[in-house]
């Protein structure tokens, strides 16, 4: 059965307080976190910008199931070795429960080191050299690399797990979605429409077995956005006034500050939310909402509720939602 996990915002919540909800997290059911990482909030009232990386050591102490970022782009921000290094160390720390999870990246949070924001196309080359880099440190031999965006000289890692982490690479469109299955662990993907997560998935499928591999022993990971609270007026201005961002359905990448995001913002209305985030007090919708991808495949679903009221949300999809699922 997929496992049904929580999405920790650290772009909406203080890192403490956000520890605090994972703890309740995996109290009430949930297994497993994947932590946002971001430089900045999409919109000024999200509020927080906490360091992933700093954060999931302190994650890993207290609790006990699987986490990793999703995502981390190793291309602008951060050198694809540093990362490596990183990786490596939380994966030594709490073998078999770190995962790493890696994009092409947002001007939001990359642009922040300046430079020139390139095309989707080179930005895809570039984390396709990332991935290569990363892999060739996590075997633990010396590696030196001279790539066409990136170059490190002979190093190695010494530091390391028992098992390299497995890396899951963010995708939907159908040229990364190809990469992630012929070279990686796993996808990451968000929330859709099904007909849309379905040709992904087939996709991904596919490309795995073009390459020799059984697309039965990579993992699909399913990023979730939900608003809900104890009634449905509530639970719609939650979504309008913290997370905007989710009624924004055009390609997002090249938004370069919060204060853009925010001005985009004025223009959302309640229909944009839909296909993207379920907007509802009734928990059966919820349910339904999560054994709909469950049915269609993916491995993991981590939700991210995005209101304020994160403890309610834990508490009660804990009791009332998590134990109606099924495989």
Known sequence: MATIGYSAALEQFHPNDLLHYC???????????????????????QGHNAFVYAWMGALGVTTSHTFGPGVTCPCFRYHPAVIAQAAATLAAMFPGRFWLGLGS???LNEHVVGGVWPEPLERMEMLIESVDLVQKLLSGNPARYRGRYFTME????????????????????????????????GLITPGANHEKLQAILNNFNQSARDAGRDPITLRRLLQLHVSWARTDEEALQYALT??????????????????????IARLVRPEHFTGRV????????????LQGFIDLGFDEIYVHNVGRNQEEFLRVFGAEVLPSLHP
């Not at 059911?29 to 999409?42: C, E, I, K, L, S």
């Not at 379920?278 to 919820?286: G, Q, R, T, V």
């Open 23 to 45: 703890q309740l997290a995996e109290q009430h059911g949930f297994q497993g976190v994947m932590a946002a990482d971001h430089f900045q909030p999409w919109v000024p009232q």
């Open 278 to 289: 379920l907007i509802s007090a009734d928990l059966e919708a919820h349910r339904r909402h």
């Open 242 to 263: 913290e997370w905007p961002n989710g009624g924004m359905a055009f390609p997002k990448q090249d938004i370069r500050t919060p204060e853009d995001f925010a001005a």
């Open 154 to 185: 002979k190093v190695q890692l010494y530091t390391l797990p028992p098992v390299p982490p497995p890396i899951y690479i963010a995708a939907t469109g159908p040229q990364t979605v190809r990469f992630a299955g012929k070279t990686c662990a």
């Open 105 to 107: 990246g947002e001007a």
